[in-house]
């Protein structure tokens, strides 16, 4: 942590600008395969803290591909973290070449109703609850963060100022999250756009388990996410 902190994010800027720092970390994050607590954390909020890294966290294999490609092509240090559910679950991916703009969320489904925005393994389940939700008469967006430093607060606004609702899904702790700091900046930003609370979806400040019957139990799911959708419509 010493390299990277003090080290990587920093050389750049010590060095009046002039180097730049060809490198990307790659590391997995999350939990859901019940590997216990030591491997089943995550720790974006950290590196989102610190000037100077980018930090990057696809939700499916296709994004995974061209946002790595974007950060090896950068002249920046970047973060790469890969939830293992990802790992786990294999999925296809062309074979050509192309690239994924590092800084650039995605709408991976268009609603009216309410916004939630989530990145890695949540927003493949907010993406289940928006399937469910539906068959409710409930019309969500879903909005994959993808990049998660810089974050693209201007894709968040546009569909907030549409739906007037935000539920904000990560699979990190609670407090401190990443889903805060979202939550924060629409509250600046666009906050007469708001017709109720931003709610967030977290796991509690706990450990997580190895046994999956407790695991599925700490972390964060569909049903949670739906919970928080319904809440404030």
Not at 2 to 10: G, L, M, P, S, T
Not at 43 to 65: Q, T
Not at 69 to 95: C, Q, Y
């Amino acid at each position: 942590m010493d390299e990277i902190v003090n080290q990587v994010a920093k050389m750049r800027y010590m060095s009046g600008g002039r180097p730049e720092i060809h490198m990307v970390i790659r590391t997995n994050t999350e939990g859901g395969i019940g590997l216990g607590p030591q491997h089943s954390q995550s720790f974006e909020a950290w590196y989102c803290h610190i000037p100077g890294l980018r930090v990057v966290m696809p939700s499916n294999g296709y994004d995974a591909k061209g946002l790595l490609k974007s950060a090896i092509r950068g002249r920046n240090p970047v973060i790469f973290l890969e939830p293992i559910t990802l790992l786990a679950n294999p999925s296809t991916i062309p074979d050509e070449d192309y690239t994924i703009p590092i800084g650039k969320a995605d709408v991976k489904k268009a609603g009216k109703d309410v916004t939630i925005v989530g990145w890695g393994t949540l927003l493949v389940k907010s993406l289940n609850a928006a399937k469910t939700l539906a068959n409710e008469g409930i019309d969500v967006e879903v909005i994959d963060l993808r990049t998660l430093r810089p974050m693209d607060t201007e894709t968040i606004i546009n569909s907030v100022k549409k739906t007037g609702k935000l539920v904000v899904a990560h699979e990190a702790n609670r407090t401190g999250g990443l889903g805060a700091e979202v939550a924060a900046t629409i509250q600046e930003l666009a906050f007469d756009s708001l017709d109720a609370p931003i709610k967030r979806v977290a796991a509690p400040d706990a450990m997580v388990p190895a046994n999956r019957k407790l695991e599925k139990y700490i972390l964060p799911q569909e049903d949670r996410v739906i919970e928080a959708v319904k809440s404030i419509i």
